[in-house]
């Protein structure tokens, strides 16, 4: 099973910068899609981004045009750069991965992850 971890959160002010980086273990990085998900205090989680195995890359609604998802298999890592922060980006994000060799359908939803980091924080003050 492949193992995730998430850096890069922090405390930003509004229309401020941050880049999450997932750190991912073994060798099948390149092989899966990747996906960035958020929650915020006492909500639900929800999609943010995903990339898929090619490099196409989705987004959610709220973060089109701010948020850009990105992947260097060489490192094995996936990137969340993220710009023109506002409060309701606050959230724990969490980066996870498709099963080994999964299309990227149905991408925005939570269940068709299969492995999941810990979570790193991001508030953005007003």
């Known amino acids: 099973q492949v193992q995730l971890v998430e850096t890069g959160g922090g405390l930003v002010q509004a229309g401020g910068s941050l880049r999450l980086s997932c750190a991912a273990s073994?060798?099948?990085?390149?092989?899966?899609?990747m996906g960035w998900f958020r929650q915020a205090s006492g909500k639900e989680r929800e999609f943010v981004a995903h990339?898929?195995?090619?490099?196409?890359?989705y987004y959610a609604d709220s973060v089109t045009g701010r948020f850009t998802v990105s992947r260097d298999n060489a490192k094995n890592t996936v990137y969340l750069q993220m710009n023109s922060l506002k409060a309701e980006d606050t959230a724990v994000y969490y980066c996870?991965?498709?099963?080994?060799?999964?299309?990227?359908?149905?991408?925005?939803?939570?269940?068709?992850?299969?492995?999941w980091g810990q979570g790193t924080q991001v508030t953005v003050s007003s």
């Open positions: 996870a991965a498709k099963p080994l060799g999964a299309y990227s359908t149905n991408y925005h939803y939570a269940s068709s992850y299969n492995a």
């Open positions: 073994g060798r099948t990085f390149s092989s899966r899609s």
């Open positions: 990339i898929s195995r090619t490099g196409n890359t």
